[in-house]
C-alpha cells in the first residue's frame, strides 16, 4: 500500500512569493531608473537670418579738376571724382610743413613750445616771397615768437614767409626741410605726394586728391595742427590780428583744415566736417582741387558734404527678443534662443551684413539664462556679438512623463 506525502503549504507558496517579490523589484528598479537616468540635449535649430539692405548714396561732385572724400573710419566710403594724376596743391603744403616740423619739435595741446627767434635769413624770405606774389606776414626786426604762434601765423594766414622761417628753424636750411619732407611722406604711405620746400608756391609740390584726404586725417590726429586749423581769428604780437584763410570754417560743420591757391593749381581745399549721427560723431575729410575761384569751390565744398553726410545711416541688426534658434525636447516642451537686447551700428551708404549663431547644449534651463549668442560681421564695421537667451523655461517633463515614455530622450538613447 503506497503512502501519499503532502508538501506543506508554505512550501508551495515560497517561490510564488519571490516570483512577486522579483517582479516588484524589477518594478522599482525600472521605476528608479526611468526616474533618474538623465535626458540627453534638446535638439537645437537655427533661424535663418534676414540681413538689412542699404545702397549707396549719390555724391554731389564737381564737374572738374580732382576730388575725393571720405568718411573717417569708414574705409569703404572713400570716393572720388575728376582725375587721378599728381596736381598742384599750393598752399595745402603747409600742412605737411606743419606736421614735419612738429614731428622733431613736438607740441602738447595748450603748451606754445620753445621760442623762435627770427634770423636776418629768415627776415629775408618776406621780400622773397611778396616779389612772386606770395602771401605774407609781418616779421618785424628782433621778432620773437613761440613754436605755436608760428605755426598759427603760417597755418591760419597762410604766411609763404612764416613756412620757410619755420622750416629753417627747425632743420637748419630748407634743402634739410626737403630731405625731411621726403622721409616723413615715405614714412606715411604718401606715395603720390611730392614736395620741394615748404610754402606751396612751387608748383611742383604735387599731390593726388585720395593722398590728401590721407593728409588730411593725418592732421586731425595732430591735436596742435586740429586745434591751430579750426580758429578764426588770433592776435599775435607784433604781427597783428591773423584770420583764418578757410571761409568754411564754422559752417555746417567745417573744422578745418586748408586752403590752396596758385594759377597752376587753381582753388583749392583740404577740408573737414563733423556730424552727429546714430548716437556719435562723424567726420567726414576731403580733398577738392583744380577750382575756378574760392567763392565757387566753397559752395561745392558745402553741396559735397552735404551729401556725404547723407549717407550715414543706421543699420538695425537685431531686435531685442528675437528668435536666432529653437530648442526642443521629447516631451514636445519648445522655446526659441533670442537677443537679449537690440543691436544697431552706424554706417556709411552700402553695408553687407551676415550673422552666424552659436548655440549652446541645452537639457534644462529657465527664462533669460544665457545660450547662445550671434556674431553680426559688418562691413566697414567692428564685429558685434550679441547674447542669447531662453525665451520660455525648459521644464523637467515630471516622473509620470518618464515612466510612461519609457527611456525616451535619454542621454543612453543618444548614445
Not at 622733431?104 to 612772386?132: N, S, W
Not at 597783428?240 to 560743420?253: A, F, R, V
Not at 573737414?272 to 546714430?278: I, P
Request: net charge negative; charged share 20%.
Amino acid at each position: 500500500m503506497s503512502r501519499v506525502v503532502r508538501r506543506p503549504r508554505s512550501a508551495v507558496r515560497r517561490p510564488v512569493t519571490i516570483a512577486v517579490v522579483a517582479v516588484l523589484l524589477l518594478a522599482v528598479a525600472y521605476l528608479v531608473a526611468a526616474a533618474l537616468v538623465p535626458f540627453s540635449p534638446a535638439s537645437a535649430t537655427t533661424t535663418r537670418y534676414a540681413a538689412p539692405t542699404s545702397t549707396v548714396p549719390a555724391l554731389d561732385f564737381p564737374g572738374y579738376g580732382a576730388t575725393a572724400v571720405e568718411a573717417t573710419d569708414f574705409p569703404e566710403s572713400l570716393r572720388t571724382s575728376g582725375d587721378e594724376q599728381r596736381r598742384s596743391i599750393a598752399s595745402i603744403s603747409k600742412v605737411v610743413t606743419a606736421l614735419v616740423v612738429l614731428d622733431v619739435k613736438p607740441l602738447r595741446p595748450g603748451q606754445d613750445g620753445p621760442t623762435i627767434a627770427f634770423t636776418p635769413e629768415m627776415q629775408g624770405l618776406y621780400a622773397k616771397y611778396l616779389a612772386v606774389n606770395g602771401e605774407v606776414a609781418p616779421m618785424p626786426a628782433g621778432l620773437r615768437l613761440s613754436e605755436h604762434q608760428t605755426l598759427q601765423v603760417m597755418l591760419m594766414k597762410s604766411a609763404n614767409n612764416y613756412a620757410g622761417a619755420l622750416a629753417i628753424w627747425a632743420f637748419g636750411s630748407l634743402d634739410a626741410y626737403q630731405d625731411a619732407a621726403a622721409e616723413w611722406l615715405k614714412e606715411h604711405d604718401l606715395d603720390h605726394t611730392t614736395i620741394e620746400e615748404p610754402t606751396g608756391l612751387d608748383a611742383d609740390n604735387r599731390s593726388t586728391a585720395t593722398d590728401l584726404v590721407d593728409l588730411g586725417q593725418l592732421a586731425l590726429a595732430n591735436p596742435v595742427v586740429k586745434q591751430v586749423v579750426g580758429t578764426k581769428t588770433v592776435s599775435i604780437p607784433d604781427v597783428g590780428d591773423i584770420e583764418n584763410s578757410n571761409k568754411l570754417l564754422g559752417i555746417d560743420g567745417v573744422e578745418g583744415i586748408k586752403t590752396g591757391t596758385l594759377d597752376e593749381a587753381g582753388a583749392c581745399l583740404l577740408f573737414a566736417a563733423q556730424y552727429e549721427r546714430g548716437g556719435r560723431t562723424v567726420t567726414v575729410v576731403g580733398a577738392m582741387l583744380g577750382g575756378v575761384d574760392h567763392d565757387t569751390l566753397d559752395g561745392d565744398v558745402q553741396r559735397l558734404l552735404h551729401s556725404a553726410a547723407d549717407g550715414f545711416h543706421v543699420v538695425t541688426l537685431a531686435h531685442g527678443g528675437q528668435s536666432f534658434g529653437t530648442f526642443s525636447t521629447p516631451w514636445k516642451d519648445e522655446t526659441d534662443a533670442v537677443t537679449r537686447s537690440g543691436a544697431q551700428v552706424l554706417v556709411w551708404g552700402r553695408a553687407t551684413v551676415r550673422a552666424t549663431t552659436k548655440l549652446d547644449t541645452v537639457t534644462l534651463g529657465t527664462k533669460g539664462e544665457r545660450v547662445g549668442r550671434v556674431r553680426f560681421d559688418v562691413s566697414d564695421h567692428e564685429p558685434v556679438t550679441v547674447p542669447l537667451v531662453l525665451e520660455d523655461d525648459i521644464q523637467d517633463p515630471g516622473v509620470w512623463w518618464r515612466w510612461t515614455n519609457p527611456f525616451q530622450g535619454t542621454s543612453t538613447d543618444a548614445a
